[in-house]
């Protein structure tokens, strides 16, 4: 059974079933310690792009945005889609959000964006990472919008609060059904 752990902020490990590991956008919190197959990059940002602090060696790959020649890419038993994210504060051109299929799970990770018109297509998620920080992506009500929208099974909020690792009381506004608050450290059996 693949799991999850949230390391904070928009930051989060991915490990399968055959032990690929994956981390997206590391930067915040704790559990880079594991071996990295592959690191995937949403955007340029800062706080999204700390790859010094993940463990690698030489078969280690890391992916952005700018990676995806098609919107599909396979890495070992990993399906990972590339979907669009976009928002004033960030160019359509300039980063993406993921949809990885994980152990016939699909885990969309929104990246930093607000609602767009592509969300509209995405179906058939089980884990949703939904942003809201209301500042560099959406706000809590657009969030809520888009979980509708997508209508995961599940949704974690992520990436809401500027500065922290986590806000458990800002995650708790969202009013959608089906949420699972995650803090930093917690592993999530998938």
Do not use: W
């Not at 700390?50 to 038993?77: A, G, H, M, P």
């Not at 997508?150 to 690792?165: D, T």
Request: proline share 3%.
């Amino acid at each position: 059974m693949a799991e999850l752990l949230y390391q904070g902020h928009g930051s989060f490990r991915l490990t399968s079933d055959l032990g690929t590991v994956i981390y997206v956008d590391p930067f915040a919190g704790k559990g880079y310690d594991v071996l990295a197959n592959l690191i995937l990059i949403t955007h340029f940002h800062f706080d999204h792009n700390q790859r010094q602090l993940v463990k690698q060696n030489k078969e280690t790959k890391t992916l952005t945005f700018e990676d995806f020649k098609s919107k599909t890419l396979i890495y070992k038993d990993i399906l990972i889609e590339r979907v669009e994210a976009y928002n004033s504060n960030h160019k359509i051109e300039e980063g993406c959000g993921y949809i990885i299929t994980i152990d016939n799970k699909r885990i969309y990770a929104t990246g930093d964006t607000s609602k767009t018109k592509e969300m509209k297509t995405i179906k058939n998620i089980d884990y949703l990472l939904i942003c809201g920080d209301g500042i560099y992506n959406m706000d809590l009500v657009e969030a809520d919008e888009c979980i509708n929208i997508i209508r995961p099974k599940h949704y974690i909020p992520y990436h809401i609060s500027p500065g922290k690792l986590f806000d458990k009381e800002r995650a708790k506004l969202l009013t959608s059904e089906n949420k699972l608050i995650l803090e930093p450290e917690s592993v999530l059996k998938l």
